[in-house]
Each structure stands twice: as structure tokens, then as C-alpha cells.
């Protein structure tokens, strides 16, 4: 069973700080991507990343995937209390196959 | 254009009866999937279908649950009879098929089980 492991599990900041959460597994995948999920809502993609190294932006987010393509990082510049959610990556492996999803990092951002 | 619809959305029900979960998926999408979510588990895939057919149901718990499509717009997902275990949020989604597809997420429907 492939497994994605994320960290932290929660985190509280006060807004204006700057973030990193992080998704690590032994295998490697051929895509990874991020979802947020608020409350009482379904997950929704934030990024997908193919190629080892891939590095993208957006806004204030920015997604690494690993050289090897086994980890991903998402940091948040300047948080803001719109980022507050819970950030899930998800590992597949090629085709449209289910993604097998970590359990997320829980983020709160303090005004 | 309307995103993936779910009902009920939030379902409470006592041990022992049946539950049906209902799912349209975006039109034109040729995958769907059931996903659980639980606090101490996370999200997990039970199901997926591509074009009507399941292609993996390795996810399902036992054979109390049972999902079928019988058409491209519409899917359930059957738990019969009903456990206080069962208690979670289920998601449905749907997809195109491809490297870097994207899934997207129904608003979930909310089971209880007393």
C-alpha cells in the first residue's frame, strides 16, 4: 500500500507569516497534486506537478515536487486568514486511476 | 456549468437500515469515484468507474457496501445494513481521463448512523 505521509498535521499561524507543509512517501509518483478542502466542502485542486524538480506558483503558493519524485512542499508567503483549510496532496500513478491522498495538514490562520 | 451534485447531504439514520448515497457527475466526464473521509482515517477511495464499469472496488470495507452506474449521470452508493462505523462524510468525484487530471468533488453528504 503506497502511503502519504504529511506534516504537520496541524498548524496554527498568525497572519503575514510564512509556511511550509510537507508530503513524503517511499514511492514515486508519476503526478502529484494538491488540494484545500474547507468546511462542510469538498477537496479542489490546487496544483498538479508531473516532472521531478517542477517547481509552480500561484499567488502566494508555491508547490515543489521532488527530485525524485517520491516528496512535494507547499509554501504560503505571507499568510493571509483565507488561506485557513485543510491542505491535502495526492499521489497517482498514471491514467486516471483513484489518487490515494494523504490526511492533510490542518491550517489555521490567526487574524 | 453545474459541478458534481450529491444527495443526500447530510443523512442521519439509525443501525440497521439501509443508506443510499446519490451522485451525478459533470457531464462528459468518463470517471467517477466514491471516497470516504473520517477524522482518524482521511480520504479513501472505495470505488471507481470508468465509462459505468467498476475498475476497482479493493477500497470497499465489506460487502455491506455496494455501489453501481447505471448510466454516465448518475451513481450510488449502498450500505445495507447500516453500522455506527459507517458514520463519515462520503465524497463522490469525477474526471477525464489522462496524465494530470483533475478530480472534482461533490459537496459530500454527511452520514450518521445512531
Known amino acids: 500500500t503506497q502511503l502519504l505521509e504529511q506534516s504537520p498535521q496541524f498548524l496554527s499561524i498568525q497572519e503575514g507569516e510564512n509556511l511550509t507543509v510537507y508530503c513524503n512517501s517511499s514511492?514515486?509518483?508519476?503526478?502529484l497534486q494538491w488540494y484545500r478542502q474547507e468546511p462542510g466542502e469538498g477537496p479542489v485542486l490546487l496544483v498538479t506537478?508531473?516532472?521531478?524538480?517542477e517547481v509552480k506558483k500561484l499567488k502566494r503558493l508555491t508547490f515543489q515536487f521532488g527530485d525524485a519524485r517520491k516528496d512535494s512542499s507547499l509554501h504560503i508567503t505571507a499568510a493571509q486568514t483565507g488561506d485557513t483549510g485543510l491542505y491535502l496532496c495526492?499521489?497517482?500513478?498514471?491514467?486516471?486511476?483513484?489518487?490515494?491522498f494523504g490526511k492533510g495538514t490542518h491550517l489555521i490562520i490567526q487574524p | 456549468d453545474a459541478g458534481v451534485i450529491q444527495s443526500p447531504r447530510h443523512e442521519v439514520t439509525e443501525m440497521g437500515q439501509e443508506v443510499t448515497l446519490r451522485c451525478k457527475p459533470i457531464?462528459?466526464?468518463?470517471?467517477l469515484f466514491w471516497y470516504r473521509q473520517t477524522m482518524m482515517r482521511g480520504l479513501e477511495l472505495l470505488i471507481y468507474?470508468?465509462?459505468?464499469?467498476?475498475?476497482?472496488d479493493s477500497g470497499m470495507p465489506e460487502d455491506r457496501f455496494s455501489a453501481k452506474m447505471p448510466n454516465a449521470s448518475f451513481s450510488t452508493l449502498k450500505i445495507q445494513p447500516s453500522e455506527p462505523r459507517d458514520s463519515a462524510v462520503y465524497f463522490c468525484?469525477?474526471?477525464?481521463?489522462?496524465?494530470?487530471?483533475?478530480?472534482?468533488f461533490g459537496p459530500g453528504t454527511r452520514l450518521t448512523v445512531l
Open positions: 468507474f470508468n465509462n459505468n464499469v467498476p475498475i476497482d
Open positions: 495526492a499521489g497517482g500513478w498514471g491514467g486516471a486511476d483513484g489518487l490515494t
Open positions: 468525484a469525477s474526471s477525464l481521463s489522462g496524465i494530470g487530471y483533475t478530480q472534482y
Open positions: 457531464s462528459g466526464h468518463d470517471y
Open positions: 514511492s514515486v509518483f508519476s503526478s
Open positions: 506537478v508531473v516532472t521531478g524538480g
